[in-house]
T-cell receptor
Framework: KAGVTQTPRYLIKTRGQQVTLSCSPISGHRSVSWYQQTPGQGLQFLFE???????NKGNFPGRFSGRQFSNSRSEMNVSTLELGDSALYLCASSSWTSGETQYFGPGTRLLVL | AQTVTQSQPEMSVQEAETVTLSCTYDTSESDYYLFWYKQPPSRQMILVIRQEAYKQQNATENRFSVNFQKAAKSFSLKISDSQLGDAAMYFC????????????FGQGTTLQVKP
């Protein structure tokens, strides 16, 4: 099976802009989770989608949002970008019932200038 | 708050030797899972090993094994016969049946393998 794919891999934006990142899970996986990785805060959970519904969310401002499509592909959107949003954004998919392993994509590196 | 702690920011090991990475966690949940992930310079997170909390037997995957001490809330990773390709950042993570889709990660341990 093909792994988790994320597009784009690299992105440069300026403050105030918005950005959309895409994640395609492993075929058959219905759960997609998103994480932000920064040197200072480490890996932090953003949200999780399952069957097109947000099932769990972390402690991030409302500028961070997401959605999931019927084919389980997911997008996350960050509006009104801030310098502190510069990070590696990772998505992971799982065939989640409970406690299933998450498989990660290669990440999207976002730089906000 | 549930936390995962990796107290060793950096470790080094000689090629072919054995190294142990430490991890402790703090949870009141009864149904949880523990993972070790590896993140090489490519930044791709790769699953190394997984342990269900209800299983007493320590998980093993080839050269990788864990020492799961449930009462002490400790979950260390042992890498035997270290190889140059093992050099990476290693993350300990915890997941919960009651908190779906969310993994809590430690701060990571950078492992250097010396030839």
């Amino acid at each position: 099976k093909a792994g988790v794919t994320q597009t784009p891999r690299y992105l440069i934006k300026t403050r105030g802009q918005q950005v959309t990142l895409s994640c395609s899970p492993i075929s058959g996986h219905r759960s997609v989770s998103w994480y932000q990785q920064t040197p200072g805060q480490g890996l932090q959970f953003l949200f999780e989608y399952f069957s097109e519904t947000q099932r769990n969310k972390g402690n991030f401002p409302g500028r961070f949002s997401g959605r999931q499509f019927s084919n389980s592909r997911s997008e996350m959107n960050v509006s009104t970008l801030e310098l502190g949003d510069s990070a590696l954004y990772l998505c992971a998919s799982s065939s989640w019932t409970s406690g299933e392993t998450q498989y990660f994509g290669p990440g999207t590196r976002l730089l906000v200038l | 708050a549930q936390t995962v702690t990796q107290s060793q920011p950096e470790m080094s090991v000689q090629e072919a030797e054995t190294v142990t990475l430490s991890c402790t966690y703090d949870t009141s949940e009864s149904d949880y899972y523990l993972f070790w992930y590896k993140q090489p310079p490519s930044r791709q997170m790769i699953l190394v090993i997984r342990q269900e909390a209800y299983k007493q037997q320590n998980a093993t995957e080839n050269r990788f094994s864990v020492n799961f001490q449930k009462a002490a809330k400790s979950f260390s990773l042992k890498i035997s016969d270290s190889q140059l390709g093992d050099a990476a950042m290693y993350f300990c993570a915890e997941g919960f049946s009651s908190n779906t889709g969310k993994l809590i990660f430690g701060q990571g341990t950078t492992l250097q393998v010396k030839p």
